[in-house]
């Protein structure tokens, strides 16, 4: 009997890695590869870092966790370790000089290549480092397994044309790549046949799709085309930028009905003088201008955000005017970030470095502030009857209370009462929210009506597959358990949008 060899992908970052890991798996699986069980813990026989460059210390990170399996590799000479994603396309030959224990090193443009690559370390019994300058194929045309049946990521396109100050990744990924709309909707449909029923429409700069195929409203007629898809329940993008937003995004928002209420709308710094620093090309007025106008088309959206402080040079007058747009816009929540250094980028040589305690105070003032604005917007949820999407992984205490969490239309987290029939991940549940805290809403009557769909049968239909698959024979130590959730990026993006 051939020996299968197991693997581990460890994901940090955005949705974009996110979902580039899924690329990943696919390709390891069509390769022979099986997915190691949960708790593996670095017992897996190939073991890929799908790497940030944005988030702090994102380089320290990465050689801990390199340094901590070093040991086990050398007791396991079989062992291969891969390191993709973006920290590797920016440190390259480094990566291997730093920890020579490294088998691959690839890039954001050739993740198709992991597989060859790890054979090719194998074979030649020396480090593989490949990256490439520019995107060698649409990661969408690459195998995949997905995290869920019932929701999927579709991009639309990869790069981003910005020069913000404070961003690598333009550096990395590169100059904005747009796919054919055609493209995109056959992935939705061929989704849509395996049993999705949600799709988020992903890109490092959603809205300014069009700018490289030379259609300006090519994104909204995107949006209202996936509405004549049948069977689409829902569709999610991110993130877009400000400057790209117009009208007709927002007319399309509201006009299509499965077009989901909620918006993620980075905002950066509420300062004008801070926005013109960071290379940013809208001001306050702009932003709460966009804010205003998707509220008034639709008046239950939920809007969230992106937002750095401590950026080179702010001041308390523009902090004052960060905190002023986040009371104007009432986010329903927002991801902060402390500014910190990136090499590489502008932001980094600027002088009027924040000092660090000045930073940490801010940021504190700011967390209080949208955490009590947060709180407040979900109260107005209690006594509204929604419909969720039953979600798996979401909920933490959810065997200890009793209960199921889920997806309300506009993306809020809720918990309810679980029914006492049975109920699958992808299926719907209409429920009364009862009680709202600032993160969360729960449900905590019986559940108003249970709906089967038919993603609800495509989970059912994968997780027996699942169960019934055979576990091989592992180089690895492998443990007992299920498949890992669904990796959850510390934020909505990579802070950058």
């Not at 990869?158 to 020069?163: A, D, F, I, S």
């Not at 930028?241 to 980075?266: C, G, K, S, W, Y």
């Not at 000045?358 to 947060?374: P, T």
Request: charged fraction near 25%; aromatic fraction near 6%.
């Amino acid at each position: 009997m051939g020996v299968t060899r197991s693997y581990e992908i460890r994901t940090y970052g955005c949705q974009m890695n996110v979902h580039d890991s899924e690329r990943l798996a696919g390709l390891l699986e069509d390769a022979g590869y099986v997915r190691a069980p949960e708790g593996s813990d670095g017992d897996a026989d190939v073991v890929v870092f799908n790497t940030c460059a944005v988030r702090e210390n994102a380089d320290n990170r990465l050689y801990g966790n390199l340094g901590r399996l070093a040991p086990q590799k050398t007791k396991r000479p079989g062992m291969q370790i891969a390191v993709g994603g973006c920290l590797a396309q920016k440190d390259r030959d480094t990566i291997v000089k730093k920890a020579p224990w490294v088998d691959v090193v690839f890039g954001t443009h050739n993740i198709g290549k992991l597989p060859v690559l790890l054979e090719r370390a194998r074979v030649q019994e020396e480090a593989q480092v490949e990256i490439a300058e520019s995107l060698e194929a649409f990661p969408s045309t690459l195998p995949t397994r997905r995290e869920s049946a019932y929701a999927a990521w579709v991009s639309i396109s990869v790069g981003c044309n910005n020069t913000c100050t404070f961003c690598i990744v333009p550096a990395l990924r590169g100059k904005e790549k747009d796919r054919r709309p055609g493209e995109i909707l056959a992935e939705v449909d061929a989704l849509v046949g395996e049993g999705v029923s949600e799709i988020t429409l992903l890109g490092q700069n959603v809205n300014a799709y069009g700018s490289d195929i030379g259609d300006r409203e090519a994104f909204s007629k995107l949006l209202r085309a996936c509405g004549n898809v049948e069977g689409l329940e829902r569709v999610r993008f991110t993130s877009p930028h400000p400057r790209d937003f117009t009208d007709d995004v927002i007319a399309a928002m509201a006009e299509t009905p499965n077009v989901m209420p909620q918006l993620h709308m980075p905002l950066q710094s509420g300062s004008d003088p801070v926005l013109k620093a960071m290379r940013r090309s809208y001001r306050q007025e702009r932003y709460l201008g966009i804010i205003e106008k998707v509220r008034a088309a639709i008046p239950h959206a939920a809007i969230t955000t992106d937002i750095i402080v401590g950026f080179p040079g702010e001041t308390e007058e523009d902090f004052e005017q960060t905190l002023h747009v986040v009371r104007e816009a009432r986010f329903a929540q927002a991801f902060t970030f402390q500014y910190s250094k990136r090499p590489g980028t502008p932001a980094a040589e600027m002088e009027n470095q924040v000092p660090k305690e000045v930073v940490q105070a801010r940021y504190e003032r700011l967390v209080a502030l949208q955490e009590e604005i947060s709180w407040a917007e979900n109260k107005k949820q209690v006594g509204r009857t929604l419909e969720l999407m039953v979600a798996e992984g979401e909920g933490r205490k959810d065997g200890a209370t009793h209960r199921l969490s889920g997806r309300a239309p506009d993306n809020r987290l809720v918990h309810f009462t679980k029914p006492d029939q049975e109920v699958r991940p992808g299926d719907v549940v209409t429920v009364e929210i009862t009680y709202a805290a600032p993160h969360h809403l729960l449900a905590e009557g019986t559940a108003l009506s249970v709906r089967r769909t038919r993603a609800g049968d495509a989970w059912e239909k994968r997780t027996a597959a699942e169960a019934a698959k055979p576990a091989g024979v592992m180089l690895g130590l492998p443990k007992i358990g299920v498949p890992a959730p669904a990796p959850v990026p510390s934020g909505s993006g990579c802070g950058c949008d």
